[in-house]
């Protein structure tokens, strides 16, 4: 009844992009941008849909070319013909943070692409039309000078506050601004290994779709990592503040303690080792490594071992047996078998 209730109510994620005449991409972006509201899947997959927000969507104006409009993204290139600039000032603009890219992509050349959305570039040349010709202003040329780029810090603030504004869960939140912190930061951070384990189960998707060579998932790595100091300083004080929260709200599990006095599960009884060997296996008794004959079982008697292991004893065959054959006619050899036997066979007749 609640799985056909879920269904009535709710769309799946592919259902939902069909529904708003959008591309699974494009509904991503809708939903971290807040232009679409979702609720998680309870099974752990991809955000649902309520059906009255896309009958709300769907009786906006101009749907759906305008909600596509506010989704359209571009690069450098795009970008610098939107705002009628040369893709040299653009790339100036962007890497010194008048603008924030909104999403990235490592392309198969392993170089990072840059998504801007288009309604924010135009909302720059309208208000900082004085940035778009002329002289670059002095602050910017300094930054530039120092190689300073920051696309990376700028994406990274506002994915974690989409990944903040997606969850009001305690430990999910503390996991998000985890994801943007290197393992020996959240270890000094966080020192129960617990908490951090627990951390580390709640981790958000930093990308939707990562790359798959080695090569491209090592630039994300480094993307979606805090690098500078006062940005590292900032996350750890916000992590420890989140870890507050989320420890008045739940502990983090732990392994449940073992009784006192519970045996191990497959581990024998402390008592086994003290038995009498004869008291559970009566014909092993006296025959352990230094152990003596005893009355009721004498030990072993071992047949000496000889120097030469392919010697018989005289008048007998290779097993053992008498050499004169069971069946008439037949000799040594006959009874001999194999290689052995004919080396036998020859040793004998020599004799």
Known sequence: MTVRQTSTTSLAFGRAAQELALKRGELELAIQLGQVRAAPDGSGGPPRVERREIERLRAGHGFPAALRERLRTVGTVDGAALASISQGRFLRLARTGHFAPV?????????????????EVLDFTR???????????????????????????????R????????????????????AVLDPVTVAETVPDP?????????RPEMVPAPPKSPRGREIVERLVTA?????????????ADALREAREHSAAPR???????????????????????????????GVRAGAGATASHPAPVRRPRS??????????????????????GRGARATARGLLGRLWGIRAGRA
């Open 103 to 119: 999403r990235f992509y490592v392309n198969r050349y392993h170089a990072v692409v840059w998504l801007y959305l288009a309604e």
């Open 127 to 157: 208000d900082h039309a004085p940035l778009l010709t002329g002289r670059t202003p002095p602050e910017v040329r300094a930054l530039l000078a120092a190689g300073e780029d920051r696309r990376p810090r700028n994406w990274r603030g």
């Open 159 to 178: 994915r974690l506050g989409q990944l903040l504004r997606a969850t009001s869960d305690p430990w999910r939140r503390a996991a998000a601004i985890a």
């Open 194 to 202: 617990y908490e951090r384990s627990r951390l580390s189960v709640l």
């Open 227 to 239: 690098d500078r100091p006062d940005e590292i300083l900032w996350h750890r004080a916000s992590l």
């Open 255 to 285: 392994r449940a303690p073992r009784a006192p006095g519970a045996a191990l599960v497959g581990a024998p009884h402390p008592d086994f080792h003290h038995a009498a060997p004869h008291a559970a296996l009566p014909h092993l008794a």
């Open 307 to 328: 120097s030469r292991p392919w010697s018989r004893p005289s008048g007998a065959g290779p097993s053992g047996a008498p050499a004169s054959s069971s069946r008439p």
